[in-house]
């Protein structure tokens, strides 16, 4: 049996060879042909197999044509089928990582940059291959210090997983030191792990590597219970999804928020800090994780209102129907890839809706849109039109006394 599939057995009871045995299997076959799936999804004209397909073939008993094609290499984990689904067949969370891992096997040659981020978070436990002693070197640079858990393992309120993008990419960095400034503000206690953390395994996509999610949610389950916490924040979504949807079927049920989230309870207390008029255009992003996986829509917003100035323009994709960035599901690193096959970047096509509405700001939550974003307004010479900041360094850019 495949990784991904003795985890979905574990949680949901699923296998592709025994689909009637379980609820979530029978509704998978309850799939009434509709094709909302593949009209809503962003590559769905690229895919031989679309999910309605698959399943078409499952019934059939014709999965090994499935398995062999690279339709699900195309999927990039947004959920977008799966929310529209009438059946509420849990496409993306079930059916669709088991033929991933498997399509992906199967593949004559796994594309070279995602075989070497694979490889990168296997060895380093972050997919850009940094040396773990160098995850802590951006709070060298914050104005407020933060505390290191293996160095002061006192008790905490939150403990904060700042995750590998946040940790080692220069713009990942600025948002994190941002971060540490929004959550003095608000006068969390927060601690991080440091140089012990490892990426958090998202479920969606690093899931398809038989192994090695399991191994990062083995270790960071092992380094966690080595503190004492109230709850754990996260500012990557894929990693509060990999906590919320995965780390459950390993007996893990700690209290997890993300950033925006837990920023947006203690706005009250942000609110007098944030003085400074920004007489920004801003169109925001919804992140797929965060968004549609878990129906953060209306904090990232309000945070956004709090600051003086800003005025918020919707792109013609927003909330659950926004596009996805392409980064997730292993898309980051298959642009390449993706290229190769004709296929237009999806971070591309989202940056000519976010143009569209005059926005002069990008508005991200998530480490993964930044360089998406940043690259896509290079690619289209737009650097005068439009910048993508994170909401914490909006926020702290309307700090008055800062
Ligand atoms: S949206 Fe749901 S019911 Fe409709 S074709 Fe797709 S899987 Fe089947
Ligand atoms: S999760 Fe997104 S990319 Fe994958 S099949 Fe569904 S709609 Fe398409």
């Known amino acids: 049996m495949l990784a991904t599939e003795e985890a979905v057995e574990q949680m949901w009871g699923v296998t592709l060879?025994?689909?009637?045995?379980?609820?979530?299997?029978?509704?998978?076959?309850?799939?009434?042909?509709?094709?909302?799936?593949?009209?809503?999804?962003?590559?769905?004209?690229?895919?031989?197999?679309?999910?309605?397909?698959?399943?078409?073939?499952?019934?059939?008993?014709?999965?090994?044509?499935?398995?062999?094609?690279?339709?699900?290499v195309m999927c990039v984990n947004c959920y977008a089928c799966q929310t529209k689904c009438p059946r509420n067949i849990r496409l993306t969370e079930i059916l669709l990582p088991i033929v991933k891992e498997q399509s992906?096997?199967?593949?004559?040659?796994?594309?070279?940059?995602?075989?070497?981020?694979?490889?990168?978070?296997?060895?380093?436990?972050?997919?850009?291959?940094?040396?773990?002693?160098?995850?802590?070197?951006?709070?060298?640079?914050?104005?407020?210090?933060v505390r290191i858990l293996s160095e002061d393992p006192r008790p905490v309120d939150a403990l904060w997983l700042v995750e590998s993008d946040l940790s080692y990419h220069p713009r990942g960095q600025d948002v994190a030191r941002a971060t540490v400034q929004i959550f003095d503000a608000i006068g969390a206690d927060f601690a991080i792990l440091g140089n012990e953390e490892r990426s958090a395994g998202d479920c969606g996509r690093l899931s398809w590597e038989p192994g090695l999610s399991e191994t990062l949610i083995d270790y960071t389950l092992s380094i966690l219970k080595?503190?004492?916490?109230?709850?754990?924040?996260?500012?990557?979504?894929?990693?509060?999804?990999?906590?919320?949807?995965?780390?459950?079927?390993?007996?893990?049920?700690?209290?997890v928020e993300a950033t925006v989230s837990f920023v947006h309870r203690h706005l009250?207390?942000?609110?007098?800090?944030?003085?400074?008029?920004?007489?920004?255009?801003?169109?925001?992003?919804?992140?797929?994780?965060?968004?549609?996986?878990?129906?953060?829509?209306?904090?990232?917003?309000?945070?956004?209102?709090?600051?003086?100035?800003?005025?918020?323009?919707?792109?013609?994709h927003t909330r659950e129907n926004s596009i996805c960035c392409g980064g997730g599901g292993g898309g980051m690193w298959l642009d390449t890839y993706y290229k190769a096959k004709g296929m237009e970047r999806l971070s591309d096509r989202r940056l000519r809706e976010a143009l569209a509405t005059g926005a002069d700001v990008l508005a991200i939550a998530c480490p993964y849109e930044l360089s998406r974003f940043e690259d896509a307004v290079k690619v289209a010479g737009a650097e005068n039109r439009i910048v993508v900041r994170d909401i914490m360094e909006l926020l702290v850019e309307s700090f008055g006394d800062n």
């Open 226 to 255: 080595k503190y004492t916490y109230n709850r754990i924040i996260v500012s990557d979504p894929h990693a509060l999804d990999a906590l919320n949807f995965r780390y459950p079927m390993f007996g893990f049920s700690d209290t």
């Open 104 to 145: 992906l096997l199967q593949l004559e040659t796994m594309p070279a940059e995602l075989q070497k981020a694979i490889e990168n978070t296997f060895r380093y436990g972050n997919y850009m291959g940094e040396s773990a002693r160098k995850r802590t070197q951006w709070t060298k640079t914050s104005k407020i210090p």
């Open 268 to 316: 009250d207390m942000l609110r007098p800090r944030l003085t400074k008029t920004l007489k920004y255009r801003v169109t925001y992003h919804d992140s797929c994780c965060l968004g549609r996986h878990n129906k953060l829509y209306d904090e990232p917003r309000e945070l956004l209102l709090a600051i003086p100035g800003i005025e918020l323009r919707e792109m013609v």
């Open 17 to 72: 060879d025994k689909l009637y045995d379980s609820e979530e299997g029978r509704r998978i076959l309850s799939c009434i042909q509709c094709g909302t799936c593949v009209g809503t999804c962003p590559h769905g004209e690229y895919m031989d197999y679309p999910p309605r397909r698959i399943i078409t073939m499952l019934k059939a008993g014709l999965i090994d044509e499935v398995l062999a094609s690279d339709s699900m």
